[in-house]
């Protein structure tokens, strides 16, 4: 008698799911290296300074909840392999509050992970009452966050780009991609070409320089005043006091675009029409953040806005489209568009989609992902 071979189909099993749950203050270590493995092609541990930044980013929000912060994806064994971190963010919706939240780096081990991507996903597949979206989603993203019912706001997919010396912006950009920042002195030798071209071609001022001021707008000024000047939106931004000031903290300890800057915008009777929020730099790029502004004085503001950086010795002026903005910056010299990220909003509230169809929403800059240090530190 011969014995049986063993049925081997006994040892194939499916296998064994994680669960998807909120993150907890142990988890930073695990998400920070991961962060590092997946977008800065480290597989180290992380330093104290990205568990720190992180631990503030996702946890110490004003606003924070389990429902509404950061989801990781927890294997059987303990590990974390995905996470989609997200910052949380009260909105106005049409006179009612609902609880938002900005979706920010999605990561995945791809080596060891599949199953754990697909249910943070599905995860987000928007509630009753609440409110998500996402301004820096690549192509994969978006795609995955339009499956789930997410509705694309297609002119924020651009980015704006105002040049004022074109030579030394171009010289910059090709110092940042192919050199890598090794030579910082580059824009510098471009400046006889930009002198000479704007002696060519002399700048034609669309503002009477004598209407409009630009003064130094100190943090507490703009925390009274930045809700007042989003006010006209339907959906915008709750930006409490606390909140607010919680955002600008951490949007100022990304040095490595320049100084978090905030300059209001003044009309002959000093009153404050707008402000704006930028990444000062002169010699290279003012990163825009924020173009706020009165309904129906948004070319003034960046007309001052525009004079403002150019005669501080910036080469270009970058930030993000938006509906309100686009006809002050149809007006402007030197200005082109380009594809920067998808952004994409995820509600089931009928009120917030209908703004969505109309324009009427406010989002961007503090009320978005482009302050981020993920963005482009932690090297």
């Known amino acids: ?10 040892d194939i099993r499916p296998p064994q799911r994680g669960t998807v749950r909120p993150i907890r203050a142990s988890d930073v270590p695990a998400v920070a290296r991961l962060f590092l493995k997946v977008f800065r092609q480290a597989d180290k ?21 389990e429902s509404v912060g950061t989801q990781v994806y927890e294997q059987q064994d303990g590990r974390i392999r995905s996470a989609l971190l997200a910052v949380p963010m009260r909105f106005v919706a049409c006179g009612n509050i ?22 943070l996903i599905l995860a987000l597949r928007p509630r009753r009452a609440d409110f998500a979206f996402c301004d820096s989603a690549s192509p994969t993203s978006c795609n995955h966050l339009l ?24 010289a910059g950009r090709f110092d940042a991609r192919f050199l890598r920042s090794k030579v910082p002195s580059l824009p510098v030798l471009a400046r006889p070409l930009d002198g000479l071209l704007r ?3 002399p700048q034609r001022d669309t503002l009477d320089r004598g209407a409009l001021r630009v003064a130094d707008m100190p943090v507490p000024t703009f925390l009274v005043h930045a809700p007042r000047l989003i006010a006209h939106y ?5 930006w409490t006091e ?3 000031f919680w955002l600008v903290s951490l949007a100022a300890q990304n040095t490595r675009l320049g100084a978090f800057t905030i300059r209001s915008v003044l009309d002959r009777g000093n009153a404050i029409i707008g402000c704006f929020v930028y990444y000062a730099a002169p010699g290279r790029t003012a990163h825009v953040l ?10 003034a503001v960046l007309d001052a806005m525009f004079r403002h950086l150019d005669e501080t010795g910036h080469v270009e002026a970058r930030g993000r489209a938006q509906a309100a903005l686009m006809t002050g910056l149809s007006l402007q010299r030197w200005l082109v568009f380009r594809h920067r990220a998808f952004t994409v909003a995820l509600t089931r509230i009928p009120e917030i989609n209908e703004a969505l169809a109309r324009g009427d929403i406010y989002l961007g800059g503090l009320a978005g992902e482009d302050w981020s240090r993920l963005l482009c530190d932690f090297d």
């Not at 541990?45 to 720190?52: K, M, N, R």
């Not at 930044?53 to 110490?60: D, E, I, K, V």
């Not at 900005?102 to 599949?114: K, W």
């Not at 019912?149 to 912006?169: D, V």
């Open 1 to 10: 008698m011969t014995l049986a071979e063993p049925d081997r189909r006994a």
């Open 45 to 65: 541990p992380a330093g104290a300074d990205l568990q720190h930044y992180l631990r503030t980013m996702l946890l110490a929000s004003p606003s924070y909840g």
């Open 98 to 119: 609902v609880p938002g939240r900005l979706l920010g780096v999605f990561m995945t081990d791809a080596d060891r992970e599949a199953v754990g991507a697909a249910q």
């Open 147 to 170: 499956a789930i019912g997410g509705k694309p706001i297609a002119l924020q997919n651009l980015e704006w780009a105002r040049s004022f010396r074109p030579f030394g912006a171009l």
């Open 199 to 201: 002696r060519l071609l």
């Open 234 to 238: 339907a959906v915008r931004p709750l």
């Open 242 to 244: 606390e909140e607010l």
């Open 290 to 299: 924020n173009v706020l502004s009165l309904p129906g004085r948004e070319s």
